[in-house]
């Protein structure tokens, strides 16, 4: 399906421009949306059953082990709610961070697609490559976001009831 020949250095050069042009136009895109729009769920990010509140990935990929050791996306860029670290847990600020939750699951769920664009441009073996790429950068990154939001959305749960039954 290759519909574009070019030489093999464009042809690289073509693909760390398309990426960083997708990663940054993508992130920047969600990231100028407006909270309110991921603050329900959507059938994209809503927690299934079978994921047992995000016991699932840590029961088969270990992820409470290996996710700090990812970057924060909004920590790198300077800007925006990092999510490294819980920060002051009152149940508005556990809110704002289960909306920012689901704008990270659908950013790295919108990388994802772009890639096969490059089968345009790319032969087939390399576009394939950049399809594994793809994957390999954004899905850690869901699976991460969906360990870590069942656990602060029942933490807010909670301490909204505490406020309410007027214990501060």
Not at 105 to 112: S, V
Not at 149 to 159: D, I, N, T, V, W
């Amino acid at each position: 399906m290759r519909m574009i020949e070019l030489p093999i250095a464009w042809t690289a050069l073509v693909d760390i421009a398309a990426w960083a042009l997708f990663h940054l136009g993508i992130s920047y895109a969600l990231y100028r949306m407006p909270l309110r729009v991921f603050e329900k769920e959507t059938a994209l990010t809503r927690i299934r059953y079978w994921e047992q509140g995000g016991r699932t990935w840590q029961r088969l990929l270990r992820v409470r082990q290996w996710k700090d050791r990812l970057p924060d996306g909004d920590s790198v860029l300077g800007r925006g709610f990092p999510k490294k670290r819980l920060g002051e847990g009152s149940a508005d600020y556990l809110r704002q961070f289960v909306a920012e939750s689901r704008r990270a699951e659908w950013t790295h769920w919108l990388l994802i697609p772009p890639a096969f664009l490059f089968f345009l441009w790319n032969p087939p073996w390399a576009s394939w490559v950049m399809v594994a790429y793809a994957l390999a950068a954004n899905v850690p990154f869901i699976l991460i976001q969906r360990f870590n939001r069942p656990r602060l959305m029942r933490l807010s749960a909670r301490m909204t009831v505490h406020k309410e039954e007027g214990h501060e």
